[in-house]
């Protein structure tokens, strides 16, 4: 929290242009993000069976948590030398191409098992009507009948909740650690977390615009992970904890926030994290994997954007 007091002295122009721009979208997201719970209808659960539920759950968990590291690990560990480390944006494109095996290994396992990855809304309000009152009215399972949710006015709306959800996890974070601080230095027996920033945020902040670096770093962090990831938790991993935990899908909702949060590695992104993760559950269910897709790319690139735009107001 001191770290964070003490960057307000050398705020810019564009430090406070950016910190007040955050500031009221943040509370407009906040505003939207209350109206869009009103307006939640019941869903219809993705039409998989248990088996593929589970087959689909467990492939995820593998991709994103075995393939993808170990893909970017083995590649590295081939520019490796004893006396030398690859570079950044060497470590970096090996992270993207990771990030892309294991991407194409879930859209292999859709493309054989096409119940595996749910792309297409499911939320009833957002459905046209029913033709059969017996049969869930859900549209072809492909990326084709999620395009609809692909309009600057879903994405927009979307956006301005996340970034909300995050002035909000974030406000909050800072309220936990100064109180964590204080019971901890009056004899509470486990310590506060350091609240520092991500590596990634870091690295964003260290590395020039103009570079390879900051282009591979754009890559990974604005188009590999938001596919991999949605792919992953919104796609295969939420849609199989639904289709597990029925009836209602707030189990599958905070499961699948939870653990987006957690593989993140990061004790003051993971309150903004959770909510995050939560939102998107919602948005998948309302707009399809893609619109997920596209809101989680313009979240990281917007982000991008604020901490080389303002860097001392994004260590707040």
Sequence with gaps: MDKSLESTPAFTSWDWACFGYTLVLGLLGLFWLGRWLREEQPDEPAPSSVT????GLGFALLAFGFIYPWVQATL?????????LPSASTQLLMGLMGQLVATALMVALWLALRNAVAWTPTAAPFLPPPTDP?????????????????????IGTALVCTIGLGLAGGVLWKAIHVAWEFVAAHGFPFAAPADEPQDVVQLVLDVPV?????????????????????????????PGLKRLLPPSRLPAVILTGLLFATVHL??????????FGCFLCLVRDRY???????????FN???????KLAPNASSL
């Excluded at 004790?267 to 903004?272: D, G, T, V």
């Excluded at 399809?288 to 313009?298: E, F, K, M």
């Design 301 to 307: 690139f917007t982000n991008l954007m604020w901490l």
């Design 134 to 154: 017996t049969e869930p009215n859900l549209p072809p399972n492909d990326p084709w009948s999620a395009r609809s949710g692909l309009t600057p006015g879903i």
């Design 76 to 84: 590295i560990r081939q520019f490796q030398s004893e006396q030398l």
């Design 266 to 275: 990061s004790w003051s992104a993971a309150l903004p994290l959770l909510g």
């Design 52 to 55: 593929e539920a589970l087959f």
């Design 210 to 238: 103009p570079s390879r670096t900051f282009t591979m770093l754009t890559l990974t962090v604005a188009v590999g992970a938001p596919i991999m990831e949605e792919i992953a938790f919104r796609g295969m991993i939420y």
């Design 288 to 298: 399809g994997l893609l619109a997920c897709i596209a809101v989680h790319a313009t």
